[in-house]
């Protein structure tokens, strides 16, 4: 089944670097585009990042930009996401989620249609 | 693009007809999806297309609006209705926002 797994958070000291991953299964990885989202505790949900099928282009958040980047390994059907300088603010539940578009209506929809369980970063000292 | 949500926290009966509202600051067309979040768990697709039901999804949920006002509606609320749902703009996708979110708890 159609499946995605993060791992790699844990606790870090602020100004400290975390790389978390997202491994894929049941879907044709390489075909798709790739969100990671975060949720401070209590909190809504915050789009963090995008990567582009095959690696072509990237965005940001404002609030990551300069300190995260999105990457991706599509012959190990794995998503990253390389966490550096973080703050507090950063602790979250980090989740990656598959994108995926739609033609209709004469035009194009795109959503998010399979989410990760997540992994949770805290930062503190 | 802001999106607001209304109300933030309902109370309602199983079997009540439910509907949350979302306005975004700037006409997004229909490009709108809407989110379910229970706790503890990763959120899961409802509608795109801002009134598009997702394959698997019950068909008392449905989605109307387009430009800046939305609505998500339960018509027959079920126990296992009771989450937290969020509406997505992808007008300026990939660069999306969610709105802030409703909470829909058991009176």
């Known amino acids: 089944q159609v499946q995605l797994v993060e791992s790699g958070g844990g606790v870090v000291q602020p100004g400290g670097s975390l790389r978390l991953s997202c491994a894929a299964s049941g879907f044709t990885f390489s075909s798709y585009g790739m969100h990671w989202v975060r949720q401070a505790p209590g909190k809504g949900l915050e789009w963090v990042a995008f990567i582009r099928y095959d690696g072509s282009n990237k965005y940001y958040a404002d609030s990551v930009k300069g300190r995260f980047t999105i990457s991706r390994d599509n012959s190990k059907n794995t998503l990253y996401l390389q966490m550096n300088s973080l703050r507090a603010e950063d602790t979250a539940v980090y989740y990656c989620?598959?994108?995926?578009?739609?033609?209709?209506?004469?035009?194009?929809?795109?959503?998010?249609?399979?989410w990760g369980k997540g992994t949770t970063v805290t930062v503190s000292s | 693009i802001q999106l607001t949500q209304s109300p933030s926290f309902l109370s309602a009966s199983v079997g009540d007809r439910v509907t949350i509202t979302c306005r975004a600051s700037?006409?997004?067309?229909?490009?709108l999806a809407w989110y379910q979040q229970k706790p503890g768990k990763a959120p899961k697709l409802l509608i795109y297309a801002a009134s598009t039901l997702q394959s698997g999804v019950p068909s008392r949920f449905s989605g109307s609006g387009s430009g800046t006002e939305f609505t998500l509606t339960i018509s027959s609320l079920q126990p296992e209705d009771f989450a937290t749902y969020y509406c997505q703009q992808l007008n300026s996708y990939p660069k999306v926002t969610f709105g802030p979110g409703t909470k829909v708890d058991i009176k």
């Open positions: 989620a598959k994108d995926h578009g739609i033609a209709a209506r004469r035009n194009y929809y795109y959503y998010m249609d399979v």
């Open positions: 700037q006409g997004i067309s229909s490009y």
